[in-house]
C-alpha cells in the first residue's frame, strides 16, 4: 500500500511520540537511519549521535556477531525476536526486548529493517527475584529431614521429593519421582479408593488431612499424620497437590498405651461395680444356684471316683494273695484314694466353717521363710511328676508374722498345688517373699494355662470353675481358691491374680499384714470313711470288654476285676484311643466313662452308634454323675452304672447285658 506524503507525515509523528519504545529504521546494513524520542529515552542517545552509526552500538562485546545474524535471520524468516542485554550510551546495561522486521518494496527489493525495542530490566528483575525466592524456598524444602515435603501432579504421581521423604520412607528420588503416591498406602486403603478420595476432597475442599498407616520402602508400617493441599495458578487452573506427611508413630504408641491403660482402668472398674450389683440382683441368684448345681455334680463326681477305686480294691483284697504284686498295688490305690477324698472333705468343711463364720485361727508368731519353705517341699514330688521346676526369690530377713501358721501353709500349699495343676509338663514355677514396715508379700508365678480375661474377675468365688463339668481337663472342686481368699482375708490380707491371657501363665499375689487379726481356736474333726469287703466270683470268660477312662486308678481296677471274673480286656485312657482300639478289634462290651476330656462318654457313645460295623455292641455308662437308667437309654446306653462301683454288680451287670 501506498502513503500519502501528509499520511506519512502523521505516521513519522505518531513514532516519534512514542516514549515506551524505541523505535527506528536500520539500512540493509544495520546503520541507523530514524530515532525517535523512545529511542533517545532508552538507549540515551540523541538523534544526531545515532543516526548513521551501526545498531551494533548497543550490543556488547559477548555479542558481536549477534547484529549480522538477526539481520540475516530477519531477512530470510520474515522478522526475529530476542531477548538479552544491550548497552545505552552511559555504558549501563539494560535487558531489552528486540524485535526486527525487514522492509520491502512492491518489487520485493530490500530497504532496510524497522527494529522496535522494548527495557524490560523491571520485569527481569522481578522474575529473577522470583526465580532466586524459588530457589531459596526449593533448597529450604529439599533440606528438611523431618517431615517428607513433596508436590504431585493433578493425577497423584510424584513430581518432587526432599531429604525428609527420603529419610522418612526410604525412596530415592529417581526410585519413587514418577510414581503415584499409593505406593505408600496399605493395600486394604488402596482398594477402598483412599489416596483419590484425598486427592478429591483436597480439590473441593482445598486440603485434607488425614492420619493412618503407611508403609516404607522396606515394608515396616509407620503411623503418619499427612496434609494434601490443592495447588492452582493464576488463572484458577489446578496444577497440582502439595503433600506434607509426618511420622508420628511414637505419639500414636503412646496414645494406644495411655488408652489400653485406660481401658483396663475402665474394665476393672466396671467389673467390680457389675459385681457390686450382682450381688444384690435377682441374677446373682441365679448364677449361685447354677453355680451350686454344678458344684455338687464335680462333688458327686469327685467323691465317688476315688470311692470307686476304694471299694472295687477292699473287695478284690481278700481274693489276691499277698505276695501278688497286685496286692500291693491295691492298698496304695485305696491309700492315695482315701487320701484325695479326705482332701476334698476338708476343703467342703472348710468353705463351710468359712460361710457360718465358725472358721476359727490358732495365732501365734509364724516364721515366713520356713513357712514358704515347708510348702514348697509339700508340692514338690507332684511338680517333679510332670518335670516343672520350682524356684524361690526369698528377700533376706523376711522375719515373722502373726497368724494361724496351719492356715497359712494351706494358703500357700493351695497357690502352689493349684499352679502345679495348670502348668504343663516341662513349665516352670517361682515363688517369692519380701517385707516391708507393715505387710509381707509373696507372689506366685506360673507359666501354665493362664486365665480368660472375662473369668479373671471370678477366679476366687466358690465353686467357679472356667471348664465344664463332663468335659473338664483338670479335677477339683473349685473351691481351692476360694477358701484362698477367705483365709487371707480372715489374717486381713488380700490376695489377686492376673494373667496376659489364655496360654500365658498367672501370677497370685498374696499380702498379709504382719500383725493379723488374732481370734481364738477350736480344733477341726473329720470322720474317716468305712468300707466293706465282701468275695468275688469269675463268670465272664470268653468275653472281650475295652474299658474307657481317663482316672488311672479306676482303670486299674476294673481291668483287675474283669480279668478276675475271666474277661479279656483292654484299657485305654480316652475316646479318641477307644475309637482307635474298635477301629483294630471288635469287643463285646464297652465300659465308658462320661466326664473325660476333649470328648466325653456321651460323644463317644454318638459315634460309635453311628458306625454300622459296631451294631451288636453292648455298652455301659459308669460315671460319677448320677442319671436314670431311662436317661441312660435316650442317650445311647445299654447299661448305667453309677461309681462308687461294687465289682459283684459290675460283673453281674455285663453278664446280663452281654446274654
Request: charged letters at 25%; proline letters at 5%; hydrophobic letters at 40%.
Amino acid at each position: 500500500m501506498t502513503i500519502g506524503l501528509p499520511e506519512a507525515d502523521e505516521l513519522a509523528l505518531l513514532v516519534d511520540a512514542v516514549e515506551e519504545y524505541a523505535i527506528f529504521m536500520l539500512s540493509p546494513t544495520g546503520e541507523i537511519h530514524s530515532w525517535n524520542r523512545g529511542a533517545e529515552r532508552i538507549m540515551g542517545y540523541s538523534a544526531h549521535e545515532a543516526i548513521g552509526k551501526h545498531f551494533s552500538i548497543f550490543y556488547g562485546p559477548e555479542d558481536a556477531q549477534k547484529p549480522a545474524t538477526e539481520l540475516t535471520v530477519a531477512r530470510n524468516e520474515g522478522r526475529v525476536e530476542d531477548e538479552g542485554w544491550r548497552i545505552r550510551k552511559d555504558g549501563t546495561r539494560f535487558w531489552a526486548n528486540t524485535v526486527i522486521t525487514p522492509l520491502t518494496d512492491a518489487t520485493g527489493t530490500l530497504r532496510g529493517f524497522a527494529k522496535v525495542t522494548r527495557d524490560l530490566t523491571r520485569r527481569r528483575e522481578a522474575e529473577e527475584h522470583l526465580r532466586q525466592s524459588e530457589e531459596s524456598f526449593r533448597l529450604l524444602v529439599a533440606s528438611v529431614k523431618d517431615y517428607a515435603i513433596f508436590l504431585l501432579d493433578p493425577e497423584g504421581k510424584i513430581v518432587t521429593w526432599n531429604e525428609g521423604a527420603h529419610r522418612l520412607k526410604g525412596y530415592e528420588p529417581h526410585e519413587i519421582i514418577g510414581r503415584h503416591f499409593s505406593t505408600f498406602y496399605p493395600e486394604s486403603d488402596v482398594r477402598a479408593g483412599k489416596p483419590e478420595w484425598e486427592l478429591e476432597e483436597a480439590r473441593r475442599s482445598g486440603s485434607v488431612e488425614d492420619e493412618g498407616w503407611r508403609l516404607r520402602k522396606d515394608g515396616s508400617r509407620f503411623w503418619a499424620n499427612v496434609v494434601i493441599t490443592a495447588v492452582y495458578d493464576d488463572h484458577g487452573t489446578l496444577r497440582g497437590f502439595a503433600k506434607v506427611t509426618r511420622d508420628i508413630t511414637e505419639r500414636k504408641e503412646k496414645e494406644e498405651a495411655q488408652r489400653a491403660l485406660i481401658e483396663q482402668r475402665e474394665a476393672r472398674l466396671q467389673a467390680e461395680e457389675e459385681q457390686r450389683h450382682a450381688e444384690a440382683s435377682y441374677r446373682v441368684a441365679q448364677e449361685a444356684n447354677r453355680a451350686k448345681d454344678e458344684f455338687l455334680m464335680t462333688l458327686s463326681h469327685e467323691l465317688r471316683t476315688p470311692m470307686t477305686t476304694i471299694l472295687g480294691w477292699s473287695r478284690l483284697l481278700p481274693t489276691i494273695p499277698t505276695n501278688d504284686p497286685a496286692f500291693r498295688e491295691a492298698v496304695a490305690s485305696i491309700m492315695r484314694g482315701a487320701q484325695l477324698q479326705a482332701r476334698l472333705i476338708d476343703d467342703v468343711l472348710d468353705v463351710s466353717r468359712i460361710v457360718s463364720g465358725k472358721l476359727r485361727l490358732s495365732v501365734e508368731n509364724v516364721d515366713v521363710a520356713h513357712l514358704l519353705a515347708a510348702s514348697v517341699d509339700g508340692v514338690r514330688p507332684s511338680a517333679d511328676a510332670k518335670g516343672i521346676t520350682i524356684t524361690s526369690a526369698f528377700t533376706p530377713s523376711l522375719g515373722t508374722l502373726v497368724g494361724d501358721p496351719t492356715r497359712l501353709q494351706q494358703i500357700v500349699w493351695n497357690l502352689l498345688t493349684n499352679a502345679v495343676k495348670f502348668t504343663p509338663k516341662g513349665g516352670t514355677i517361682q515363688i517369692s517373699g519380701s517385707r516391708t514396715s507393715s505387710h509381707v508379700q509373696i507372689t506366685v508365678t506360673d507359666t501354665g494355662e493362664g486365665i480368660e480375661p472375662g473369668f479373671l474377675p471370678h477366679i476366687f468365688e466358690p465353686f467357679r470353675q472356667a471348664e465344664s463339668p463332663s468335659s473338664r481337663v483338670h479335677g477339683g472342686l473349685g473351691l481351692g481358691l476360694s477358701i484362698v481368699r477367705y483365709l487371707a482375708e480372715a489374717h486381713g490380707g488380700t490376695v489377686a491374680a492376673e494373667s496376659a491371657g489364655r496360654g500365658k501363665g498367672t501370677t497370685f499375689t498374696l499380702t498379709l499384714p504382719i500383725g493379723a487379726l488374732k481370734t481364738a481356736s477350736t480344733p477341726l474333726q473329720d470322720d474317716p470313711p468305712t468300707a466293706a469287703l465282701p468275695m468275688l466270683t469269675a463268670r465272664l470268660t470268653g468275653l472281650r470288654i475295652l474299658i474307657v477312662d481317663d482316672d488311672r486308678e479306676a482303670r486299674q481296677m476294673l481291668r483287675t476285676v474283669l480279668r478276675q471274673a475271666g474277661a479279656e480286656v483292654i484299657a485305654v485312657e480316652s475316646a479318641q484311643h477307644a475309637l482307635a482300639e474298635l477301629a483294630q478289634q471288635l469287643p463285646h462290651v464297652m465300659l465308658t466313662d462320661i466326664a473325660m476330656p476333649a470328648i466325653d462318654g456321651y460323644s463317644l457313645v454318638r459315634q460309635v452308634r453311628q458306625l454300622p460295623q459296631l451294631g451288636g455292641l453292648k455298652i455301659v455308662a459308669l460315671s460319677a454323675f448320677p442319671a436314670g437308667r431311662g436317661a441312660a437309654r435316650d442317650s445311647g446306653f445299654d447299661e448305667y452304672l453309677t461309681k462308687p462301683i461294687d465289682p459283684f454288680e459290675l460283673v453281674s451287670s455285663i453278664e446280663r447285658i452281654a446274654s
